[in-house]
């Protein structure tokens, strides 16, 4: 019943506080006091008790008095850290001013008048020299005081006893980091109270951050977030003990631990809150990159140095390089695990954060990237961003998940052992809705960005031309592709050489454009092996020779996309004999559930923009032969056309004069295209908008890029290899494809195909725009994640919408 009334106590200073006429006397301290009272014991009952609509009431009607509640609520942390925060009741009121300070921030931050009110300096009883210290800077390092604090988040490491006790400002934290790891031997006990005492104060910095919401897009250097840029300066005495802790909370983090089953229903893991707390703030402070800030005029202090990134790149020891990847890949992979009992271990729910960390890393620190790629663990990366890919291609919720996944691919595809790696036969661990095949991590990688094209949502459409340049990047390294995979490969370029579709955009070429490159990296450089592709293109060598043959004048192209509306390719599929098995214990990719929230995405740059050309041959005299200017498929995607091309037979440069060759929605030509698999074949519906500036195509336009189709390298293998393997056929009477493949593996191309072209590799490139998309994917993520307690939600966040589905 007391606690009841402690409630109803606490309920009536609320509501005094937006009643009262006259401000409250900030010395009212019996007043006070209620809002940090003891029995108000969870973060639960202050998000209940304090309603939104009476926060925005006292911010407009009584600011005052919200001013005085913040400050109070900030003093009283101080107070706590002067005091060593020692006694329980100290302690639970640290945690009911946490509680309260997590609910109002994000209503001070809606409102663009009270945003400075936290860098505004407060009167205070000290000395002169408190006078100038922002509220939120001591906040700030009260919050990470009292995170390495002995007996309420850290174990203490000294005999207890009140004049043993430490001075909690002046103890060293480096001794006090929460787990053992990178830069840290000793792994302290753990106890579910510190894990959430842990939580709840990362829970405030996460709310502290989240300023960045509720302003539209905006440079970091230019505008950087004052919260993060003060925790990870040199002014946070504990940036190294901080960043290290919680670095090592989540790499070490095993979720399984003995692997009971079903041991997660009967006892309740304090430290998965405390892990999913961590690496957000972790992923948060790493993307606040002010490297290469300017003060803004008026300012003359420049932006500290963020030294979480600094710690980041400068990690190097192979050991804690394998601490960090077995962390990720253990997470990563978890909730992954089939198990014969169902739901009988835990499956953790923050692959997508992890995902952003992974990235973040691997920016970061390129020792990192490479030592991912020296071995075949990066294959334990692979897998499971392949199976969330193909899992989430049906759901518009998972539009963000889709990118960073592809996003990641493209980064590691860069790298040439990426390619190597990918020839490594691939065991099916995970149930996928795929085809079952026998091959390799290649064949997967192809088999599932297949799927994803023909069976994946629309707005995944700006995707395509990412999937197909990681495909590019690999193609010179694949040893042997499967029959599958051959046949999917084959089927992608069916559909994206017909003619409607081939017309129907100024830019659906270039997807014509990246499949033939890939044909042509594995006949020039891995031949040998790869009997089933070239199998593959002699059975549909018709596709090339339409391809050769594209009418270009005006009746032809106006009568294809008349055939618009009856465009599904009715025999893509039907000479297929691969069987197409779904594997055991797989479900179908689902659309969203309908109520399901999102958040808005802003669109990612073109590809051009994303990536720039290197030579694999590293002799290779670059500008002697050939431009390697910013652009794909040797095609100029994202700058203005040059006034000519003067390229080498086959690689093309430049589009001519007046094409538009963006793809974004705010184009002229507001294309859209949609590939949808219906049973074994392929639809692929295109629409233009019937708008005054509709994008025409023209028969200069399909002569200015069909002469410049690199099919020289298969027009030479089928005008070898098809008389040889019609002849054998007659002569034996075969009508058995093993004996033909058979035939194919023996045969050889030496000296009869041109010279094999330089292998160009698109490699990622940082840039403005795909900056702006990871931050504002992170928080969305963040956002709609943080939902016990839900901090932000129905707040008037800027940075994206959340949409209901």
């Not at 003093?75 to 006694?87: F, G, I, M, N, Y």
């Not at 430490?166 to 990178?182: K, R």
């Not at 420049?302 to 990720?328: A, C, K, M, Q, W």
Request: charge should be negative; proline fraction near 6%; aromatic fraction near 10%.
């Amino acid at each position: 019943m007391g606690n009841v009334d402690t409630k109803l106590n606490f309920r009536k200073a609320v509501v005094q506080l937006t009643s009262k006429s006259e401000p409250i006397d900030a010395n009212d301290d019996t007043f006070w006091e209620q809002f940090w009272s003891e029995n108000v014991t969870n973060v639960q009952d202050i998000f209940t008790l304090v309603p939104a609509t009476e926060i925005r009431t006292l911010r407009e009607d009584a600011p005052s008095n919200l001013a005085t509640l913040c400050y109070k609520a900030v003093e009283k942390l101080v107070k706590a850290v002067d005091s060593s925060c020692r006694t329980q009741h100290e302690q639970q009121t640290v945690l009911n001013c946490t509680r309260l300070l997590t609910r109002i921030l994000p209503y001070i931050f809606e409102d663009p008048e009270w945003r400075g009110f936290f860098w505004s300096s407060l009167p205070s009883q000290g000395d002169d020299e408190d006078e100038s210290i922002p509220l939120a800077q001591s906040l700030l390092n009260a919050v990470c005081d009292l995170l390495f604090c002995p007996d309420f988040t850290v174990v203490s490491s000294r005999k207890s006893g009140p004049d043993k006790a430490e001075e909690l400002s002046a103890i060293d934290s480096c001794e006090y980091i929460w787990e053992a790891g990178v830069g840290f031997a000793h792994s302290p006990p753990r106890s579910p109270v510190l894990d959430s005492n842990r939580t709840e104060l990362l829970k405030l910095l996460m709310t502290c951050f989240s300023e960045t919401m509720y302003q539209p897009p905006t440079d970091i250097a230019q505008n950087p977030n004052k919260w993060i840029a003060h925790l990870t300066s040199s002014e946070n005495r504990h940036a190294l003990p901080m960043f290290t802790s919680l670095l090592n909370t989540v790499c070490a983090y095993d979720p399984v631990g003995l692997g009971v089953p079903y041991n997660h229903l009967i006892f309740n893991d304090s430290l998965e809150p405390l892990v999913e707390a961590a690496l957000q703030i972790l992923i948060v402070t790493l993307d606040h990159d002010t490297s290469s800030s300017t003060p803004s005029e008026g300012e003359d202090s420049v932006v500290p140095d963020n030294l979480f990134i600094n710690y980041l790149s400068r990690i190097h020891r192979d050991e804690d390089f394998e601490f960090i990847l077995t962390g990720v890949t253990r997470l990563l992979n978890n909730p992954l695990v089939q198990t014969y009992l169902p739901n009988s271990t835990k499956k953790v729910h923050f692959h997508q954060e992890l995902l952003v960390f992974f990235w973040k890393m691997c920016d970061y620190n390129k020792k990192f990237l490479y030592f991912v790629l020296k071995s075949s663990d990066v294959l334990e990366v692979l897998v499971p961003i392949l199976y969330h890919l193909n899992d989430s291609r049906a759901d518009q919720s998972r539009v963000g998940l889709m990118h960073i996944g592809v996003f990641i691919l493209l980064l590691l595809s860069g790298e040439r052992n990426f390619g190597v790696r990918l020839n490594k036969p691939y065991t099916a661990t995970i149930p996928m809705d795929i085809p079952v095949f026998t091959g390799t991590h290649a064949d997967l990688l192809i088999i599932v960005f297949h799927k994803i094209i023909t069976t994946g949502h629309q707005r995944l459409q700006p995707l395509f031309d990412c999937l197909l340049t990681i495909l590019v990047n690999v193609s010179p390294y694949l040893k042997t592709l499967s029959m599958v995979a051959s046949t999917k490969l084959l089927h992608l370029l069916e559909a994206f050489s017909t003619p409607w579709f081939l017309f129907s955009s100024s830019t659906n070429h270039h997807l014509v454009f990246f499949l033939l490159e890939i044909f042509n990296n594995i006949i020039q450089y891995q031949f040998d092996g790869n009997s089933n592709l070239v199998y593959t293109i002699i059975r549909k060598r018709q596709v090339f020779h339409s391809l050769a043959n594209l009418p270009s004048d005006y009746g032809t192209i106006a009568k294809s996309l008349n055939k618009r509306s009856k465009s599904r390719l009715s025999n893509s599929t039907s000479h297929e004999n691969v069987a197409e098995i779904a594997m055991e214990g797989s479900h179908p990719a689902l659309p969203a559930e309908p109520g399901t929230l999102k958040a808005t995405l802003p669109d990612t740059p073109m590809i051009g923009q994303m990536t720039e050309k290197e030579s694999a041959h590293p002799g290779y005299q670059q500008n002697e032969q050939l431009p390697l200017t910013n652009g794909i498929a040797t095609i100029n995607l994202n700058a203005p056309p040059p006034s000519q091309g003067n390229g080498d037979e086959g690689t093309p440069k430049a589009e001519p004069e007046g094409t538009k060759l963006s793809r974004s929605p705010s184009d002229a030509s507001n294309f859209s295209r949609q590939s949808v698999a219906t049973r074994n074949s392929l639809r692929v519906s295109a629409s233009v908008d019937k708008t005054s500036n509709q994008w025409t195509p023209t028969g200069e336009w399909v002569h200015s890029w069909k002469s410049k189709l690199p099919l020289q390298t298969i027009m030479r293998l089928l005008q070898v290899l098809v008389p040889q393997v019609e002849k054998i056929c007659i002569d034996k009477g075969l009508t058995d494809e093993s004996e033909i493949l058979k035939f194919l593996q023996h045969g050889t191309l030496v000296g009869l195909l041109p010279v094999p072209h330089p292998i160009l590799i698109r490699k990622y490139q940082a840039n403005s725009g795909t900056t702006t998309w990871f931050r504002t994917y992170m928080w969305g993520v963040i956002y709609l994640r943080n939902v016990d307690p839900p901090i932000w939600y129905d707040t008037d966040v800027k940075l994206f919408e959340i949409q209901r589905i």
